[in-house]
């Protein structure tokens, strides 16, 4: 068999071998993923330097790698639709995005109307450097919130590259139009099973209706890079903290939403140091809940910011 009909079939098994590592993944054993958490990525690594030392190895270090991967995959999380606890309604707020330094870079408003059980949301930061954010988002609230349309703006110099995302939930069409390094622009457009806990646009409104007492509130999200792919955002309390406005006191409950990256990539995106940021977002709670601050990247691998109300200047 010539050389290059070797190389092809060898890169078919591979791409049905890691395919089989995703598909058993939620098959894994507990124990065995126990047993290797602590030193499987260490012991990968290790595997990478051999074979840097000792090339000729390839195919006993991807397989060491790719088991690694299918043992040290979490569970699959199940999913978590939101239940409604609170009517949302018409909002009018003004926020500010600073660094964690205090500069502030954009300014910015979030609108909201509701029109019976159906609820258009609108976030918009405007950057000091011409850059420009815009976030709207249509969901129902019918018992539990429910994703049906999500239209996510960015460009400018504050951004890696320009980015133009729709979402409809209903159809489960996902299209990305992006402009590559060159200036090139280019569009990807897919289909995909959306599941009903889909959070895209949402998290400033769910984290005001999770229970502080559940552990662990888990949804999905269309993650853009720029093909789109299916993840999990683990959302979970981490308590209570104190803060003042002007002589009020109050207590914001502090949520941890971390990405968790299924499958072979995920373990990869871990390997490599990769791994998305986490962000934390805090609520004031009782009977009115309302967002306090959010902490985190806007976009993939970009810098942590903050986001918070703004105060209105002198007329």
């Not at 958490?37 to 790698?65: C, F, N, T, W």
């Not at 420009?132 to 249509?138: A, G, P, Q």
């Not at 002589?247 to 990869?268: N, Q």
């Amino acid at each position: 068999m010539a050389r290059k009909d070797l190389e092809g079939t060898y890169g078919k098994c591979m791409d049905l071998f890691i395919e089989a590592i995703d598909a058993c993944t939620e098959a894994v054993g507990q124990a065995c993923r126990a047993a290797l958490m602590d030193h499987g990525i260490d012991y990968a690594r290790h595997v990478l330097r051999k074979e840097r030392q000792h090339p000729g190895s390839q195919s006993r270090a991807i397989a060491v790698l790719l088991t690694c991967a299918a043992v040290l995959q979490p569970n699959a999380l199940l999913a978590d639709t939101v239940a409604v606890r609170h009517t949302e309604g018409l909002i009018h707020g003004f926020l500010v995005l600073r660094t964690l330094e205090g500069k502030d870079i954009a300014d910015g408003q979030m609108t909201q109307d509701a029109q019976g059980d159906r609820v258009t949301s609108h976030l918009t930061f405007r950057f000091k450097d011409g850059s420009l954010y815009e976030d709207t988002t249509i969901f129902s609230q019918r018992g539990t919130f429910r994703l049906l349309r999500h239209h996510l703006i960015q460009r400018g110099p504050s951004f890696k590259q320009p980015v133009d995302t729709l979402i409809d939930a209903s159809t489960g069409q996902v299209k990305v139009r992006y402009t590559e390094e060159k200036g090139q622009e280019k569009v990807v457009a897919e289909r995909i099973e959306l599941p009903p806990d889909v959070a895209n646009g949402l998290l400033f409104t769910l984290v005001k209706h999770i229970k502080p007492s559940v552990p662990q509130t888990t949804v999905s999200m269309v993650a853009t890079t720029p093909k789109p792919r299916l993840v999990k955002l683990a959302i979970l309390p981490h308590g209570e903290e104190p803060f003042t406005i002007g002589s009020f006191r109050h207590k914001a409950m502090h949520y941890v939403v971390k990405v968790e990256i299924g499958g072979v990539t995920g373990f990869l995106a871990r390997l490599m140091g990769k791994q998305p940021r986490d962000t934390h977002v805090w609520v004031l709670g009782g009977e009115a809940p309302a967002f306090v601050k959010l902490e985190g990247p806007l976009y993939a691998g970009g810098p942590i910011w903050r986001i918070q109300l703004a105060s209105a200047g002198l007329f």
